[in-house]
C-alpha cells in the first residue's frame, strides 16, 4: 500500500528555519514527480515547490523562491523541503505528494497520492 508520512513540523519564530522530510513507500517513487503542497488556515491549499524524478529540474510558488529548497533521496525515498526566513504567511498544513511524470511536472494539485500532512506554524 502507498504511504507518505511527513514529518519535520512545528512552531518556529519568524526568520527561523523548519527542514521537512517525506518517507514514501509502497510505490515506484523514483518514476514519480514529488511535491509539496500547503493550506493555511481559511484558505485553499497551494503548490510549494515540486521535483523531477531524478532531482534535475525544481518548481517553487513564486513566495517561496529563494527562501525554500525542495530535494529528493531516491535510494532512500524521501522528500525534503528545506524552508529558511519563515514567515507567518507560511504558516499551514504541509502535505507531500506523488504525481506521475510525463515528461515535466506540475504545483496544479492534481497528484495520485497525498500524506496527510504536517503542521508548521511561524509566528512574529
Known amino acids: 500500500q502507498v504511504q507518505l508520512v511527513e514529518s519535520g513540523g512545528g512552531s518556529v519564530q519568524a526568520g527561523e528555519s523548519l527542514n521537512l522530510s517525506c518517507a514514501a513507500s509502497?510505490?515506484?517513487?523514483?518514476?514519480?514527480?514529488m511535491g509539496w503542497f500547503r493550506q493555511a488556515p481559511g484558505k485553499e491549499r497551494e503548490g510549494v515547490a515540486a521535483?523531477?524524478?531524478?532531482?534535475?529540474?525544481?518548481y517553487y510558488a513564486d513566495s517561496v523562491k529563494g527562501r525554500f529548497t525542495v530535494s529528493r533521496d531516491n535510494t532512500k525515498t524521501t522528500l525534503y523541503l528545506q524552508m529558511n526566513t519563515l514567515r507567518p504567511e507560511d504558516t499551514g498544513v504541509y502535505y507531500c505528494?506523488?504525481?506521475?511524470?510525463?515528461?515535466?511536472?506540475?504545483?496544479?494539485?492534481?497528484?495520485?497520492?497525498w500524506g496527510q500532512g504536517t503542521q508548521v506554524t511561524v509566528s512574529s
Open positions: 505528494a506523488a504525481r506521475m511524470y510525463y515528461g515535466s511536472c506540475s504545483l496544479d494539485g492534481r497528484n495520485n497520492y
Open positions: 509502497g510505490y515506484r517513487f523514483s518514476t514519480y514527480c
Open positions: 521535483i523531477s524524478p531524478g532531482g534535475g529540474s525544481r
